[in-house]
């Protein structure tokens, strides 16, 4: 039942060199399968008459000193050394897979001494280890066999224990134990299916190897014992006579090469396609970009229609990936001098690819387009770059979720916020580092002198945060966005955070966009609310009609799902059923239709307008107001049971 | 009837100067058939009682009971023996299921383990637990990957119900969810209380949450319970200044940030939890404190636990009001049942 998708055999027909070591690969297993009953006959029949030959019309490979056929018990060796290769490898892994996933089952003490075991197996030289367990174990197959699996079972045993430990801090690992899973099924079930991509291409790349250590082996005379036979046993009794009759060694010395090669090809190719799988484009892309309806629609509420004199004015912006992703959709955003807008949606709504790609930082795959993009009255599509980078990087400002992650860890914080206004504002260092303390300081920071000398992994998470503010402040920024600013924080610090953008708001006049999955965050700050689904605007509102009337159902239910301090406890959640659309949807009608009780037949097929319905209120919606809000009967029934799968 | 109870809980990470004290000392109660919510920021200590709670954390002392039976530690200081008792769900259902079992054989498992079943007794309680979560049992076939977060939550749930376990420890399990999937797993929370009769352990960060779904609720500051009563009572009348503080950030719909009264612990930075402030683990950042009122050199010296039991919601501050022993436990009650 597990493990269906590690390897999927189609994709590795795709590349040339992969179907080549496919082909090389089927073929010395074939010849395996096939050799010794068609050919056994033939290379074991003892020719006195052609003892010791070299290429002949007959023996095209020559013969060996009983007169026997090499070409044809070229042909037969191929079971015995792929056998034997394959049984060497399989053992290795079988023994050291289990050893090395051990270590993150047992106890610290007994782990931490089988981890070293094994470094210590690790550290010896593979052939020699082969060569001295294959001695003891005694001459002949059975002990170049054993050998060589002692000499490869440290490596499987140490790649299976650094993935085994990747996997065993997964929280499905301590779900399993808490279930009181046994070790062993632990092991078997839930730790090796989850590491065997990587162990399968490693047993690959082994066979090759193997192949050739078994040469080495029986070329040593260590390996297969007359009168069995593998290519190194021949290759062994051809050396002898390399230099009167050099044919004899070209059979068993090709077909290593061959078969070795082919193993090694195939495992490489199957991990280059593994590795190229992971973080892929879905699969089923459509074979043609959607081209989405562009509608060039008057929009009659709104005033100053130049643009000039407000902060933000983005009409119409569409941000699409290659191979038919389009995450966000018609957006259009204005925001006046002084105001916060609010952008609330949940997870791939396409909210925060709309802030960037308002301050220019989409990703270089996405592409975006727009009807109109003035920021400060000026069009930043007829701006040069130049002019472009200096009009964002001194007026924008940007405030991300995780600080953590956008504070360099290796500078101090004055270096790095100093850096900023040294680039675009040509201060000294000394200034910039006054200035640093400064905007420290106005951020509410203690003793800004000796906290601007800290790394960030000195600072709370708060703090971080604080900083990430002000060094938005080092410039002098006219519009701030802030990307879900508060959900790493604790709600206490949240609180402060939320204050602090709201002061800096009023003392700078800056304008300011906030990001956030958390209606009421938004609610708090917020003059203005953008919601957003699907990649779509699909409401906006102000505050006051956001708390008592909300037009669109989608909003409606967003607000009565989640709970308040005020929800009432007697009653269920309103709950939204299904799931929302992706951005390669392309159905025509609204987006929320599908999970909307007030949806119609209209809904599903035509697109609703971002259309006024009183002054500043617009929502994209045919059946407006047709949900109570707090009430959400409508939703109860069909939201206990979850829709099937999407 | 109490399901669960810790008595003295303490768990310590390393040792020496830079032992962190993750969990002080926790008396927690959890009554039978009810869900108690335990709340605290990061750092509180709240997700490592709960992992010590069912054994993958290491106590260091304090017991840990079920029915008001201890139970059994082992060597490492894990808790153990009570595999089938106490379960738990974790936060994020993109890593609490295995990507390479099917929905079916994950609940399966758990359905199966320490006894024998037949596939079809399997597959036919497999179905009823995916029904008891509100799932179409067709995707009992299905890969965790082919399933959304909220779907994942509930196989998640499914799985730690299979084996019927007393007590479910339910760890953040809303947070890595989106708004409109939440609020189905809170429902299906409290709905499970009241079909299963189980109890539950939710532990978030988020006050508004835990409000709706516990009918008890505990609060955790620095490794230390701080104050635990009848959800209710305590939203309500908070007793210690740490749940008023938090009370008092949870974000409100429309009411404006500027009309929001400063936080009261705003003033300090919170405290290196390795080293955490003496006597009261709040005294730096408490609004009723020493920083406000020099006279109140108590709250330096002195572990406010000690006569606890005695104040109204077992505050940990020696400066909330002491529950009047004659009507004052009369008044418990009545809250307790008012919050049922």
Not at chain 1, 333 to 343: D, F, K, L
Not at chain 1, 563 to 575: A, F, G, I, K
């Amino acid at each position: 039942m597990t493990g269906r998708r590690f390897l999927r055999w189609p994709d590795l027909f795709r590349s040339p060199v992969g179907v080549v070591a496919a082909l090389m690969v089927g073929s010395v297993l074939v010849l395996a399968l096939i050799g010794p009953p068609i050919w056994g006959h033939a290379a074991a029949k003892i020719d006195i008459s052609a003892v010791s030959q070299g290429s002949t019309a007959a023996h095209p490979l020559g013969t060996d000193v009983l007169g026997r056929d090499i070409l044809h018990r070229t042909l037969v060796a191929a079971r015995l050394s792929v056998f034997l290769a394959v049984l060497a490898s399989l053992l290795g892994a079988g023994v050291g897979i289990p050893i090395g996933v051990l270590p993150s089952l047992v106890g610290r003490r007994l782990g931490r001494l089988i981890t070293s075991a094994i470094n210590l197996a690790v550290a010896f030289p593979t052939l020699l280890l082969a060569i001295f367990v294959a001695s003891i174990v005694g001459l002949g197959a059975r002990g170049a066999v054993i050998g060589i699996a002692a000499a490869v079972a440290p490596y499987f045993a140490r790649l299976s224990q650094t993935l085994g430990a990747s996997v065993a801090g997964a929280d499905y690992i301590a779900a399993a134990r808490v279930l009181g899973i046994g070790r062993w099924r632990l092991m078997g079930r839930h730790m090796l299916p989850n590491v065997a991509e990587p162990l399968l291409l490693t047993l690959m790349l082994t066979m090759g190897d193997a192949l050739l250590a078994l040469a080495g082996l029986s070329l040593l005379g260590v390996g297969v014992q007359p009168p069995s036979y593998d290519w190194g046993g021949m290759l062994t009794e051809g050396i002898q006579r390399i230099y009167v009759t050099p044919i004899v060694v070209v059979g068993p010395a090709v077909a290593i090469i061959f078969a070795a090669l082919g193993f090694n090809l195939l495992g490489e190719s199957l991990a280059r396609r593994a590795a190229r799988r992971e973080g892929a484009l879905p699969r089923h892309l459509p074979a043609t970009p959607v081209v989405l309806p562009v509608e060039h629609h008057e929009r009659v509420d709104e005033p100053g229609d130049d643009g000039h004199g407000t902060v933000l004015d983005v009409r119409g912006l569409t941000v699409a990936f290659p191979g038919g992703s389009v995450p966000v959709r018609d957006v259009s955003i204005r925001v006046e001098p002084g105001e916060i807008v609010g952008i609330v949606g949940e997870s791939g709504s396409g909210k925060s690819l709309t802030a960037m790609a308002i301050a220019e930082l989409l990703p270089a795959r996405a592409q975006a387009t727009s009807e109109r993009r003035l920021l400060f009255g000026q069009d930043l599509a007829s701006l040069g770059n130049t002019g472009r980078r200096r009009l964002l990087g001194r007026s924008l400002a940007i405030v991300y979720q995780d600080p953590m992650a956008s504070l360099n860890p290796a500078l101090r914080i004055d270096r790095q916020l100093g850096e900023v206004a040294e680039v675009h504002e040509g201060l000294s260092r000394r200034e910039a580092r006054k200035r640093s303390v400064e905007r420290l300081r106005s951020v509410r920071i203690g003793s800004p002198e000796r906290r601007a000398r800290n790394y960030p992994h000195e600072l709370s998470g708060g703090m971080r945060q604080r900083v990430m503010i002000a060094m938005g402040l080092m410039g002098t920024p006219q519009l701030i966005i802030a990307d879900e600013p508060t959900t790493a924080l604790d709600v206490t610090v949240q609180q402060q955070i939320l204050k602090l953008l709201d002061d800096i708001g009023t003392s700078t006049g800056a304008a300011a966009i906030l990001i956030s999955h958390d209606i009421a965050v938004v609610s708090q700050l917020c003059q203005r609310v953008l919601v957003m689904y699907a990649g779509r605007v699909v409401e906006e509102l102000d505050i006051p009609t956001l708390v008592r009337q909300p037009a669109h159902p989608y909003t409606a239910a967003l607000l009565a799902s989640v709970p308040t301090m005020e929800s009432d406890r007697e009653r269920p959640l309103v709950s939204i059923p299904g799931r929302a659309v992706g951005p390669f949807d392309q159905s025509p009608g609204c987006p929320f239709a599908p999970r909307c009780p007030a949806a119609s037949a209209r809904c599903r097929d035509e697109l609703p307008e971002l259309t006024p319905l009183e002054s500043g209120h617009r929502v994209a919606c045919w059946h407006p107001n047709s949900v109570v809000p707090h009430d959400g009967s409508a939703w109860r029934d069909e939201s206990m049971r979850e829709d099937a799968l999407a | 009837m109490t399901a669960l109870e810790t008595r003295g809980l303490t768990v310590r990470f390393g040792r020496g100067h830079s032992a962190l004290v993750a969990v002080d000392g926790a008396d927690l109660t959890v009554p039978e058939q009810s869900i108690v919510g335990l709340v605290g920021e990061s750092g509180s200590g709240k997700s490592t009682l709960a992992k010590a709670i069912v054994g993958l954390v290491p106590i260091a002392g304090g017991e840990m009971l079920l029915d008001g039976v201890a139970a059994r530690r082992r060597r490492t200081g894990h808790v153990g023996g009570l595999k089938r008792r106490v379960q738990m769900v974790f936060q994020d259902p993109f890593s609490s299921l295995n990507p390479r079992m099917t929905v079916g054989a994950a609940i399966g498992e758990a359905a199966g383990t320490g006894r024998r079943a037949s596939r079809a007794v399997r597959a036919s309680e497999v179905e009823e637990l995916l029904e008891l979560v509100h799932l179409d049992p067709a995707v009992m076939r299905e890969l965790p990957s082919r399933l959304s977060g909220g779907q994942r939550q509930r196989v998640a749930l499914a799985r730690a119900l299979a084996v019927r376990p007393e007590v479910l420890i339910a760890d953040e399990i809303t947070s890595a969810l989106d708004v409109s999937v939440q609020s189905a797993i809170l429902n299906l929370l409290r709905d499970l209380r009241d079909r299963l009769g189980i109890s539950i352990l939710f532990v978030s960060h988020n006050l508004a949450t835990v409000r709706y779904v516990s009918d008890q609720l505990a609060v955790m500051y620095l490794g230390r319970l701080v104050e635990a009563g009848p959800t209710q009572a305590v939203v309500a009348e908070p007793q210690h200044p740490y749940t008023r503080s938090l009370l008092a950030a949870v974000p409100r719909l429309g009411v404006s940030i500027r009309d929001v009264a400063t936080g009261t612990l705003d003033a300090v930075e919170p405290p290196d939890p390795r080293h955490p402030p003496s006597g009261c683990h709040l005294h730096p950042r408490c609004p009723v404190g020493p920083m406000v009122d020099a006279t109140r050199q108590i709250c330096i010296e002195s572990d406010p636990r000690e006569g606890a039991d005695a104040r109204l919601h077992r505050a940990a501050c020696h400066f909330a009001p002491t529950a009047p022993s004659s009507d004052g436990t009369a008044r418990y009650e009545l809250t307790e049942k008012e919050a049922r």
